[in-house]
């Protein structure tokens, strides 16, 4: 039986990153993944010629050039720029939440009115120190573009009332008093030409990879073969549940071709309102316009729902309240006893990541 330096166990980017960098710096390296492909929630099927997001849309941003030059090594990027739009009821307005939006929402037209509207919403509202995502939207934007833009969005997204989510989670969306659609505030941001699976088959580029592969089916023999383990997935289900189960929200998609050059005239647009079941509706060819077929008559379109995780689904996002915070924090002091098993990336960190920090993380470990 052949003995490898490092088992990874799941083939998603941190996985990837990590057995690359390992690669590089002379250790042996076998890759598993339960999924029947690599690159995790960044794999993209190829359907009628358009690169589309299995897993839902992800946009690669960065300020850091080490990161973007190491991405753009594997696989050119386009100039894909974020700019989704929000859909309330029929009306639409621009995100992320800027002179655009304020336009559509009160018809004013300087950032002075905009500021006196939101400041004026907030001490309406009563709030100093924001202690929910509530209060902590007013408090950015003001109670109007809160309740449209907002609140019904949210709630579908994680499945709770504003009220029980914590503040932080509305921090990461950008509030300008410009009238800039540019969603991310990075100096880079783009989509890999070709899709995704060039930059992960680029990372795993002569690295074994087993998948259709499940750790937990055969883990004395995983656990056997190799002096260190490097494990991205649940770290709840690494050890067993022995504290309760970990919360997390799943997505489903109901992806659908459509004979039609154009559906929607942009990649992402959010729907706020409980009207609708779905979050979002993605149109995957405009991430990649370069591509020869974005002018035929046929497009591809995935819906977004969003729900609670439970055995059987993917786990997408951790719900970091006070409760799940607690909890990870125990299975954290185990992890943080293990000698030769590394725990990384957002499931076995409980914690979300933007992947260039998955990378940057990955990147400056120093021991491997």
């Known amino acids: 039986m052949e003995h490898y330096d490092y088992l990874i166990v799941g083939a998603g980017l941190y996985g990837s990153v990590f057995a690359y960098k390992a690669k590089t710096c002379g250790k042996s390296v076998l890759v598993i993944d339960k999924r029947k492909h690599s690159g995790g929630n960044l794999y993209c099927d ?3 010629g358009i690169n589309v997001h299995t897993y839902g849309a992800h946009i690669f941003h960065t300020s850091n050039k080490i990161i973007w030059d190491f991405v753009n090594s594997f696989v050119s990027f386009n100039r894909y720029t974020n700019s989704p739009v929000a859909n309330y009821k029929g009306k639409l307005y621009n995100l992320p939440f800027n002179m655009n939006t304020f336009y559509q929402m009160w018809g004013i037209t300087t950032p002075q009115e905009a500021v006196n509207i939101i400041e004026k919403q907030k001490t309406e509202a009563g709030i100093i120190v924001p202690h ?67 930059l992960i088959s680029g990372l795993l580029n002569g690295i074994e990879v087993k998948t259709d592969t499940d750790f937990f089916e055969n883990r004395t023999h995983w656990q056997n073969i190799a002096e260190k383990i490097v494990f991205t997935g ?37 729907y ?8 979002r509706i993605i149109e995957h060819k405009h991430f990649e316009p370069e591509n020869p077929v974005y002018n035929n008559n046929v497009t591809v379109i995935s819906k977004e729902f969003s729900s609670e995780w439970a055995p059987g689904a ?29 725990f990384g990336g957002r499931l076995a960190e409980y914690t979300y990541y933007d992947m260039d920090d998955i990378i940057e993380k990955v990147l400056n470990i120093s021991n491997i």
């Open 46 to 48: 190829n359907i009628d």
């Open 132 to 198: 929910n995502l509530e209060e902590q939207a007013i408090s950015l934007v003001g109670k109007d573009i809160y309740e449209i833009l907002v609140k019904e969005y949210t709630e579908k997204q994680w499945g709770r009332p504003c009220t029980e989510l914590p503040p932080f989670i509305i921090k990461r969306l950008p509030v300008r008093f410009t009238f800039d659609n540019n969603y991310f505030n990075d100096m880079y941001q783009g989509i890999p030409i070709g899709g995704y699976n060039k």
């Open 234 to 270: 649940k770290i709840d289900e690494y050890y067993n549940y022995q504290f309760g189960r970990l919360e997390y929200r799943t997505v489903k998609f109901d992806t659908e071709i459509i004979e039609n050059q154009n559906y929607q005239g942009n990649a992402v647009i959010n």
């Open 272 to 279: 706020t309102s409980h009207k609708e079941p779905y979050t």
């Open 314 to 342: 993917e786990p997408f996002y951790p719900v970091n309240d006070e409760k799940n915070t607690a909890l990870y924090q125990k299975y954290k002091s185990l992890a943080d006893k293990e000698q030769n098993v590394i």
